[in-house]
């Protein structure tokens, strides 16, 4: 049965929904029972570092999957040797990802938007400060309140087709939380290129 809304409220709570039930599908032993005890949700525990040692006994009544699963999540010894990787955006890479992302990007709802960042690289002492904070959550973990809030948009994915379960999620995060995720991304990449450990999976868009 298809139920038709013609209100805001009616079809925001429509697609709200519809994101809770496709986006919240991660279950398994990690979400609950003695592993999730073991891990729990910010991996920062002794057995969270075990796993990463490769010394984790798994708890018993484990499926074989999950601990198959687990032992793939050792550090390579390449990568252990060599230590971690730096937790900060260099100035040259700060500068270099405001200079060449487009100003019309859209992002949260502070009201902070990629024109004040690309408009900072003007003044050193305000893009100076800028890079400062951007970094303090990588090297401290500090979560920023203004990131614990982004936008939901719903994008076609057929012309004319309005069923919730047809659209695109997409999610605008704030223009320097995205900037932080981007950099992560693509220092974790090129190190795991570096150390020859790219999975199969993710080389889409790599360059030869």
Not at 1 to 24: F, K, R, T, V
Not at 93 to 114: A, I, N, P
Request: hydrophobic share 30%.
């Amino acid at each position: 049965m298809i139920a038709a809304y013609y209100d805001q409220e009616g079809m925001d709570i429509a697609l709200l929904h519809q994101n809770h039930s496709e986006y919240q599908q991660c279950g398994g032993p990690f979400m609950s029972g003695p592993l999730h005890d073991d891990i729990g949700y910010l991996g920062n525990t002794p057995q969270s570092q075990a796993i990463l040692n490769g010394t984790y006994i798994p708890l018993p009544g484990l499926s074989d999957g999950a601990v198959r699963f687990i032992q793939q999540l050792r550090t390579p010894p390449s990568i252990t040797q060599e230590g971690p990787m730096p937790n900060s955006i260099s100035t040259e890479s700060y500068q270099y990802y405001w200079k060449k992302t487009k100003e019309q990007t859209s992002s949260g709802v502070s009201g902070l938007h990629f024109g004040h960042y690309k408009a900072g690289l003007w003044s050193t002492k305000l893009w100076q400060l800028e890079h400062s904070l951007t970094n303090i959550p990588n090297r401290t973990s500090y979560s920023p309140e203004r990131w614990w809030k982004c936008v939901d948009v719903m994008l076609l994915k057929k012309e004319l087709v309005f069923l919730v379960n047809k659209f695109r999620t997409i999610v605008l995060l704030e223009p320097d939380f995205q900037e932080l995720s981007k950099n992560i991304s693509r220092t974790s990449m090129q190190n795991a290129l570096k150390h020859n450990v790219m999975c199969r999976e993710n080389v889409g868009g790599i360059k030869d």
